[in-house]
C-alpha cells in the first residue's frame, strides 16, 4: 500500500468536500471542517489537488506547478473525427529528423494518458544509436525466416526483407514498455495522435515488437526495462507522401443491450 502523498493546506481549506467527494480511494475525510488524507491507500492520481478551489492541495515527490486545464472541448470535435479518420499507417518518410521540441510532446502525450489505478508503469525507449544495429538484429532473424514459427515464416517469405525493412528509414524510433499491454496501448495511442497533429507519421512495428519476443540478443541491445515488455515500436518521421481520401471501413460492430 502506498503511502499518502497528499498535503492539505488547513489554512486555505474551506471544508467544501469537493476533494473528499471525488477522492476514487477514498481516501480523504473532513475533521475539524477540514479535509483530511488517510495514511494509506492513495492511489496518487491527483483529482483532490486538480478539483480543490482554493489551490490547497499539494502532493509530496510531485511538481505541483498550478496549471490551467484546457477543455478538451476547445477542439473541434468534428474535425478531430476527420483527423481520426484521416489518419493512416505511414510506411515511407522523409529522412528529415525528427525537432527534439516534437520528441518532447510526444513523450508528454504518453506521460499524460490514463493507467490503471494510476499505476504510471510505461517507459519510453528512443532507439536512437542503437536503432540500426536493433534493426540488422531484426532482419537477421526475419532473413532466417524458415527457421521461424509457421505464421511468422509466411510473413516473412511474403515480403523481401530490405535493410530497412522494420523502420523504413525513419529517423525515430520509439518503444513503448510496460508490464501491462493495456497501458502502454493507451499511451501509444495518445503519442500517435500528437505525433500525426505535429505534421509526423507513424507505423506501428509489429514485426519489431515479434523480435523482441524472440531475440534474446535484441532485448539486451534495446535495454529492455526490467519486468518490461515491448507493447508498441512506434516508426515515427515526416511522411513522404500524401493521402487524397479516408479509406472505407467495416461498420463498428456496436450494439446497446
Ligand atoms: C499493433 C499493430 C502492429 C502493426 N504492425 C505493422 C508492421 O509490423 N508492419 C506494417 O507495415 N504495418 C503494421 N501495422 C499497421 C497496420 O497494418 C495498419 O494499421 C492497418 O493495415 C490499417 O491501416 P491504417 O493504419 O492506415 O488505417 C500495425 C498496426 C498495429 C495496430
Known amino acids: 500500500m502506498r503511502n ?16 473528499i467527494k471525488d477522492c476514487p480511494g477514498n481516501c480523504l475525510c473532513l475533521e475539524n471542517g477540514k479535509a483530511h488524507a488517510d495514511k ?7 483529482h483532490c489537488y486538480a478539483i480543490c478551489p482554493q489551490g490547497a492541495i ?9 496549471e490551467a486545464v484546457v477543455s478538451m472541448t476547445e477542439i473541434s470535435s ?9 489518419r493512416r499507417t505511414m510506411r515511407r518518410f522523409t529522412e528529415q529528423p525528427v525537432e527534439q521540441e516534437k520528441i518532447d510532446m ?10 490503471g489505478a494510476n499505476a504510471q508503469n510505461v517507459s519510453y525507449t528512443i532507439l536512437g544509436s542503437r536503432q540500426k544495429e536493433a534493426e ?17 515464416a509466411s510473413v516473412a517469405e511474403r515480403f523481401r526483407i530490405t535493410d530497412d525493412f522494420f523502420f523504413k528509414g525513419a529517423p525515430l524510433v520509439i518503444l513503448v514498455t510496460s508490464r501491462s499491454s493495456v497501458n502502454a496501448g ?9 505525433a500525426e497533429s505535429l505534421g509526423l507519421g507513424v507505423l506501428y512495428s509489429g514485426f519489431f515488437v515479434l523480435c523482441t519476443r524472440l531475440s534474446r540478443k535484441l532485448r539486451k541491445t534495446i535495454r529492455l526495462p526490467k519486468g518490461h515488455k515491448v507493447v508498441t515500436c512506434m516508426v515515427i518521421g515526416y511522411p513522404a507522401v500524401k493521402y487524397q481520401r479516408i479509406v472505407p471501413r467495416k461498420p463498428a460492430r456496436a450494439k446497446t443491450l
Open 78 to 86: 468534428v474535425t478531430l473525427l476527420e483527423a481520426m479518420r484521416s
Open 4 to 19: 499518502n502523498i497528499i498535503i492539505v493546506n488547513e489554512a486555505k481549506c474551506i471544508g467544501c468536500e469537493l476533494c
Open 40 to 46: 494509506t491507500g492513495c492511489i496518487e492520481c491527483g
Open 136 to 152: 540488422e538484429i531484426c532482419v537477421g532473424i526475419f532473413r532466417k525466416a524458415t527457421a521461424l514459427p509457421g505464421k511468422i
Open 106 to 115: 510526444i513523450l508528454e502525450a504518453g506521460r499524460y494518458s490514463p493507467t
Open 186 to 194: 493507451l499511451a501509444s495511442s495518445y503519442m500517435e495522435i500528437m
Open 58 to 66: 499539494r502532493m509530496a515527490n510531485y511538481e505541483c506547478k498550478d
